[in-house]
């Protein structure tokens, strides 16, 4: 789903945790076929319920056949993280739709970059420029 977002694909990280055996509970009982998706969102935010509700939706059509198919109970808890509070490599990452961001997808890497690169792409007015 992510790689379809216009965003630097390394972006997205996956970390998978395996839990032994008998070490999940689920309501005080002991659950076996039990699966929790933890989604942590930093590079962008879901306006409204309408959006929040839709990517929910599909994220579970999304995992549908690796968990639901199979019989397993699972959940899924979508945090949005502060974006300033976030940084790769020593770099904060760059706005959305900047000239930075906009280098960062095709280089898929991050690196520096100044405050004219901050502005978004197709902006009418650059820093030191003034509407005369």
């Known amino acids: 789903m992510y790689a379809r977002i216009p965003i630097p694909k390394f972006y997205a990280v996956m970390i998978f945790e395996e839990v032994a055996a008998g070490s999940v509970y689920v309501g005080g009982a002991s659950h076996e076929k039990f699966v929790r998706f933890k989604i942590d969102h930093m590079a962008r935010t879901m306006p409204g319920p309408v959006i929040r509700e839709w990517w929910v939706k599909a994220v579970d059509k999304l995992i549908a056949p690796y968990v639901k198919d199979r019989g397993y109970d699972w959940e899924v808890t979508i945090d949005e993280?502060?974006?300033?509070?976030?940084?790769?490599?020593?770099?904060?990452?760059?706005?959305?739709?900047?000239?930075a961001e906009t280098r960062w997808v095709k280089e898929n890497r991050p690196s520096s970059?100044?405050?004219?690169?901050?502005l978004p792409v197709g902006a009418l007015f650059k820093p030191g420029v003034s509407a005369g």
Not at 90 to 97: D, K, N, R, T, W
Not at 113 to 118: G, P, R
Request: no cysteine; glycine share 4%; aromatic share 12%.
């Open 81 to 99: 993280l502060p974006a300033d509070l976030w940084s790769i490599q020593g770099q904060i990452p760059p706005p959305f739709e900047s000239h």
């Open 113 to 118: 970059y100044d405050l004219q690169e901050k």
